[in-house]
């Protein structure tokens, strides 16, 4: 029997306790990661003293990986920078509606895709701090172009997403495999975090993808189950996830300019990881979590799942000042408004349309109530 028969889920799923160990020690001993965090952490001193701070790194990389043997260890790892980055990064992290799920219930958060680490690690904080099982998180291989880094996001409960499969056999091939994984984790008593959609929404307007929905029914159609029937079991929850500031807005309001003004958009080789950077220290100011409820009306489209996907995120979506301010409707405090102003005045001119519309559109989308 081969390796993928008994581990259909191989290559892309989360590494077990039992790999732990040695990804740890391979990556204590990748060059290119030591190199990568040295640039980072001491751009100056790499540059004039390489070879000194590269052993300073790899030292304390040794020290705080070196124990690591198991994925809880990791996750209390990560919690321990998370909280550190909360503390440096945003006024205030709230969240509404994770009171009424179930603790011990495996659910699939769906939820909208505005930054491409913190999203999900917003969502796993507030498991996490309510003593819930964390989640195994959905993360595309467009990322994850070097071998340490997909070991590190798969050492942190981290599931690849084969976005590079080419041809169509091979795409449905990883698209089966992702969604028989999927299901295989809820059924196994596993919550999962998936955006709506594939890449963020740069412009603030959140719209779940159908595709997402169909991929997702795929591995209980291979169970028997009917559409419906195969949705309800998923056991749905759609999650608004609203910053008043977004760490990554003058760059995504100049890559829209762009596109608007010329058709097309250059990205750089590394700007995904930029991204990520600049998504994890940068300004957050108030940041705020609203767990819907499980979907669990008798729909029989994939159309039908996102709109209701979509309904919960607009609903629940917390308005900020800086929502307010840029869709011109509500009152803000003065505050408030000197800093959106601020931070307004400091995007190039040209950019400022697409910038205020980022911020607008969660005013704009949100339905009235009833």
Same mark, same amino acid.
């Given at each position: 029997m081969s390796v993928s028969d008994q581990d259909p889920f191989q290559s892309i799923r989360p590494y077990n306790d039992d790999e732990v160990a040695q990804v740890v020690s391979n990556l204590i001993t990748t060059p290119e990661l030591i @190199?990568? $965090?040295?640039q980072f952490r001491f751009p100056r $001193?790499?540059? $004039?003293l390489p070879g000194p701070v590269r052993w300073m790194v790899k030292r304390v990389l040794s020290a705080q990986l070196g124990k690591i043997d198991s994925v809880e260890?990791?996750?209390q790892l990560v919690a321990s920078y998370m909280q550190k980055m909360i503390g440096r990064s945003t006024h205030s992290v709230t969240y509404s509606g994770l009171d009424e799920l179930d603790p011990n219930g495996a659910y699939l958060f769906i939820? =909208? &895709?505005r930054d491409i680490a913190m999203d999900p690690a917003f969502v796993n904080w507030g498991l996490y701090? %309510? =003593?819930m099982k964390t989640l195994r998180i959905a993360i595309g291989d467009n990322l994850l172009r070097k071998p340490y880094v997909s070991d590190l996001m798969r050492l942190n409960k981290c599931f690849i997403v084969k976005r590079s499969a080419k041809g169509i056999r091979e795409k449905m091939a990883a698209l089966t495999q992702l969604s028989g994984y999927i299901s295989h984790s809820l059924d196994t008593g596993n919550a999962i975090w998936i955006a709506q959609r594939e890449g963020r929404a740069k412009n603030g307007n959140d719209k779940? @993808? +159908? /595709?997402?929905?169909k991929m997702l029914f795929m591995g209980r159609k291979k169970q028997g189950m009917a559409f419906a029937e195969a949705i309800k079991s998923l056991k749905i929850v +759609?999650? /608004?996830i609203s910053y008043e500031y977004d760490p990554c807005d %003058? &760059?995504? /309001? %100049?890559?829209l300019y762009e596109r608007a003004s010329h058709g097309e958009y250059h990205k750089s080789e590394y700007e995904d990881i930029d991204s990520i950077v600049y998504g994890i220290t940068g300004d957050k100011g108030d940041v705020h979590i609203a767990f819907g409820q499980p979907i669990d009306a008798d729909l029989d489209t994939a159309e039908l799942v996102a709109d209701a996907i979509d309904q919960q995120i607009l609903s629940n979506y917390h308005l900020h000042a800086s929502n307010l301010l840029a869709a011109k409707s509500g009152h803000v405090s003065p505050a408030k408004q000197e800093a959106f102003t601020q931070r307004l005045q400091s995007i190039p001119e040209e950019h400022r349309e697409q910038f205020l519309q980022m911020y607008a559109y969660p005013v704009t989308n949100k339905p009235p109530q009833a």
């Open positions: @190199d990568a $965090l040295a $001193l790499s540059k $004039l260890k990791m996750q939820s =909208n &895709h701090q %309510r =003593n779940t @993808d +159908p /595709a997402i929905i +759609p999650v /608004a %003058r &760059h995504k /309001a %100049r890559e």
